[in-house]
T-cell receptor, first 112, second 109 residues
């Protein structure tokens, strides 16, 4: 069966520091991969998605970037975090076609 | 008009009753629809997928789809306190899911 791993579970970072969140999927090949952010009490905001290695689509202009160096690895990065980057970051995967997405456990990011 | 609309709630339902959650969508060509449950502080969890008009049942959950009227609903029978969560409706489009803002459901013991 397929599993998705996302770490760390919680992260506290100072303003202006860099960020790297990693997500890996097991048990499937060529998944579609997604990064979302969810502010407290709010809905899901799609940040990036990828349909293949090196293919990244950005949905929201911001100081975040994403990379997909391997088929089942998706990385979310920032060079300098802002206070507004605080939130719950979720990685998800789906199969090809109109398949549902399956989420990792998320990373709760607090910026001080 | 939002692409996927849900009543934000909270929807309060007595334990043992039927909870009815509704979702409308604007893109008439949408073909795939999903319901997710999200507990506070946790990630969303898929509970139902529906692709054809009509009803689809899975245990205490029934998803209903009406493409002509562009709505999809979720019924939860014999509601339990553990069903208290936010329920998210999502519609597939071009590699993505378009999400509703979610309905907060509270089951009162």
């Amino acid at each position: 069966s397929q599993t998705i791993h996302q770490w760390p579970a919680t992260l506290v970072q100072p303003v202006g520091s860099p960020l790297s969140l990693e997500c890996t999927v097991e048990g499937t090949s060529n998944p579609n991969l997604y990064w979302y952010r969810q502010a407290a009490g709010r809905g899901l905001q799609l940040l990036f998605y990828s349909v293949g290695i090196g293919q990244i689509s950005s949905e929201v202009p911001q100081n975040l970037s994403a990379s997909r160096p391997q088929d089942r690895q998706f990385i979310l990065s920032s060079k300098k975090l802002l206070l507004s980057d605080s939130g719950f970051y979720l990685c998800a995967w789906s199969g090809t076609g109109s398949q549902p997405q399956h989420f990792g456990d998320g990373t709760r990011l607090s910026i001080l | 008009q939002k692409e996927v609309e849900q009543n934000s709630g909270p929807l309060s339902v007595p334990e043992g009753a039927i909870a009815s959650l509704n979702c409308t969508y604007s893109d008439r060509v949408s073909q795939s629809f999903f319901w997710y449950r999200q507990y506070s502080g946790k990630s969303p969890e898929l509970i139902m997928s529906i692709y054809s008009n009509g009803d689809k049942e899975d245990g205490r959950f029934t998803a209903q789809l009406n493409k002509a009227s562009q709505y999809v609903s979720l019924l939860i029978r014999d509601s339990q306190p553990s069903d208290s969560a936010t329920y998210l409706c999502a519609v597939y489009r071009n590699y993505q899911l378009i999400w509703g803002a979610g309905t907060k459901l509270i089951i009162k013991p």
